[in-house]
């Protein structure tokens, strides 16, 4: 976490502490947590249907994840615009 601290924009720190906390609490894939909606958090939880067999799920997040969540800017999304499609969101750990 101390790369997220010395990140030189402080806005995107925020951001990018909020989606490393997620990715290791909730166990969700790159792409899924970076079109993560806001009201896929209820209560602190996180709440998503599984792939597989459309299950509903809700995950726990401890407050020291969610608090950074609600410090991001205000929008429909934690961290995607929305704009592009879901694949160019999660693109960066996509192989090459």
Same mark, same amino acid.
């Given at each position: 976490?101390?790369?997220?601290?010395?990140?030189?924009?402080?806005?995107?720190?925020?951001?990018?502490?909020?989606?490393?906390?997620?990715?290791?609490?909730?166990?969700?894939?790159?792409?899924? @947590? $970076?079109?993560?909606?806001?009201?896929?958090?209820?209560?602190?939880? !996180?709440?998503?249907?599984? +792939?597989? =067999?459309?299950? @509903? $799920?809700?995950?726990?997040?401890?407050?020291?994840?969610?608090?950074? !969540?609600?410090?991001?800017? +205000?929008? =429909?999304?934690?961290?995607?615009?929305?704009?592009?499609?879901?694949?160019?969101?999660?693109?960066?750990?996509?192989?090459?």
């Amino acid at each position: 976490m101390n790369a997220c601290d010395i990140y030189p924009h402080k806005a995107n720190a925020v951001r990018l502490r909020a989606l490393v906390f997620l990715l290791c609490y909730s166990g969700q894939r790159i792409r899924h @947590a $970076v079109t993560l909606s806001r009201n896929g958090i209820q209560d602190h939880k !996180l709440f998503f249907y599984t +792939a597989k =067999t459309g299950t @509903a $799920v809700y995950c726990p997040l401890p407050p020291f994840v969610a608090q950074p !969540l609600d410090a991001t800017p +205000a929008s =429909t999304y934690f961290f995607w615009t929305g704009l592009s499609k879901p694949k160019s969101a999660g693109g960066i750990a996509s192989p090459v």
